[in-house]
């Protein structure tokens, strides 16, 4: 297992890799990996011949108020854990090496994913993020030019926008989608539980059991998402901020009021400082 910080070393790695028969599976992290992150990276071992984890805090997916600063770095643990899954590189490069102009932010070329689908949910809250996520995501692929790229469906609406764009633009690249991963409380893993306090992880727990009551609700006949939206902030712990919670067709994010198809219950809430998202599929 082998860290590479530099885009032209692991392009000319990744071209002899292909040149010699060889699939190519990108994992694309922050870092702070979890077992969350180590599904992803499992399956690309184990459907690929190599496997590449990206390891980059991206600073453009990031809002000015947001915690871009002070989001976790924990590489040398992140190493140790890819190379006991058996992947083959971590990419870390520095923000400079991504976004040799950053300071001229205006400048950069972005790739944008169509409003429609980020004036809701997460992109409501977080404008630019999707425009963020969208050009690194692109950039990863050039980078590694890979066969199969994993995403998560604890990031449902990421997952969705990405496989739009891959779609909308012929990128020659299957995106693969791997199940949400949770702690046995039920708390979706994620690399921010690490600024939860025990407190606040009380209060977060609150998060998930809010979506199983839904699930609940339903499998007991509710099909009403405002009578489930009702019986989720019966669950929700009084100082858990909500942020939304929104039920949204699996099939193509519209907006659901009376649940018929498959159906994500999406959920973003700040405990303390720190913002959580979740969501679970009900309806399949
Ligand atoms: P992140 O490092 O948070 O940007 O996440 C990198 C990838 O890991 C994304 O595709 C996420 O959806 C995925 N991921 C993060 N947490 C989980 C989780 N609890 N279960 C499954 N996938 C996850």
Known sequence: MKVINNINELKEILNQEKLNGKKIGLVPTMGCLHKGHASLIQKSVEDNDITVVSVFVNPIQFGPNEDYDKYPRTLEADAELCKSLNADYIFAPAPKEMYPDLEKFSD?????????????????????????????????????????????????????????????????????????????????????????????????????????????????????????????????????????????????????ENIEEPTIAAIAAKVGNVRLIDNIIIGE
């Open 108 to 256: 950069l070329t972005m790739v944008a994913p169509p409003y429609a689908l980020t004036d809701m949910l997460c992109g409501k809250s977080r404008i630019g993020h999707f425009d963020g996520v969208c050009t690194v995501v692109t950039k990863l692929i050039n980078i590694t030019s890979p066969d199969r790229a994993y995403f998560g469906m604890k990031d449902i609406q990421q997952l969705f926008i990405v496989k739009k764009m891959v779609k909308d633009l012929n990128f020659s690249v299957d995106i693969i989608s791997c199940p949400l991963v949770r702690e046995e409380s039920g708390l979706a893993l994620s690399s921010r539980n690490k600024y939860l306090s025990d407190k606040d992880k009380i209060s977060a727990l609150t998060i998930s059991k809010a979506l199983f009551a839904i699930k609940d609700g339903y499998q007991k006949g509710i099909t009403d998402t405002k009578l489930l939206f009702d019986t989720a902030m019966t669950v929700l712990a009084k100082d858990v901020e909500l942020d939304y919670l929104e039920f949204v067709k699996k099939e193509n994010f519209e907006s659901v």
